[in-house]
């Protein structure tokens, strides 16, 4: 059965550093997202991207991060100064999205630890 | 701005019981809902995606309902096991580009 994908499972990094985390969506799928859950908090919306650019962010979603799909495959979000409060476990989901008939699909997550 | 809310936050039952989890949402101008589950440290599984023209979903032993007017679904679990043990989370997608807004969820313990 196809799933989305994500790498690394857990990854720890020093405050003020970049990061890149990466996911491989479902391949016939056309609607990528971001999404975080800081510990014991709900699952919050990130940012969305379809047709190789961003269709809606979050509050959240500041100048520090970004996202991109380098290749045909993969879609990365990239961190560029971690802080304490980056934290998180992110997840990255896909879909096709066609209005109500649509079905996300999550990968395991990334553990994020900034120290 | 939509709210998603779920109680109770927490359920402990014995093994083999029926029970239910509730979500509540503030606009009801919603596409869908979708029931997930979350084991811990774990990603999310989906469990049922219920249309917002639909008024119900099953699979196996799960059943989710949902009034769309009135801002409500719940998530039956019919003869509970204990790998059934989880937290159980509701969202609705509420934009144009099928971004979810989730619910904190019901973290549901199953004891032998």
């Known amino acids: 059965e196809p799933e989305v994908t994500q790498t690394p499972s857990h990854q720890v990094t020093q405050m003020g550093q970049e990061v890149i985390l990466r996911c491989v969506p479902i391949?016939?799928?056309?609607?990528f997202y971001w999404y975080r859950q800081i510990l014991g908090q709900k699952v919050e919306f990130l940012v969305s991207?379809?047709?190789?650019?961003?269709?809606?962010k979050s509050e959240i979603f500041d100048d520090q991060f970004s996202v991109e799909r380098p290749d045909g495959s993969n879609f990365t979000l990239k961190i560029r100064s971690t802080k304490l409060e980056d934290s998180a476990m992110y997840f990255c989901?896909?879909?096709?999205?066609?209005?109500?008939?649509?079905?996300?699909?999550f990968g395991q997550g990334t553990r994020l630890t900034v120290v | 701005k939509q709210e998603v809310t779920q109680i109770p936050a927490a359920l402990s039952v014995p093994e083999g019981e029926n029970l239910v989890l509730n979500c509540s949402f503030t606009?009801?101008?919603?596409?869908?809902l979708q029931w997930f589950r979350q084991d811990p440290g774990k990603g999310l599984t989906s469990l049922l995606l219920?249309?917002?023209?639909?008024r119900e979903q099953t699979s196996g032993r799960l059943n989710a309902s949902l009034d769309k007017s009135s801002g409500r679904s719940t998530l039956y679990i019919a003869a509970s096991q204990p790998g059934d043990s989880a937290t159980y989370l509701c969202?609705?997608?509420?934009?144009?580009?099928?971004?979810?807004?989730f619910g904190k969820g019901t973290k549901l313990s199953v004891k032998p």
């Open positions: 989901a896909s879909s096709v999205w066609q209005g109500g008939d649509t079905e996300a699909f």
């Open positions: 391949s016939n799928h056309l609607y």
């Open positions: 991207f379809y047709n190789n650019e961003i269709s809606e």
């Open positions: 606009d009801s101008a919603i596409y869908n």
């Open positions: 219920i249309q917002s023209s639909q």
């Open positions: 969202a609705v997608i509420g934009g144009s580009q099928g971004n979810l807004i």
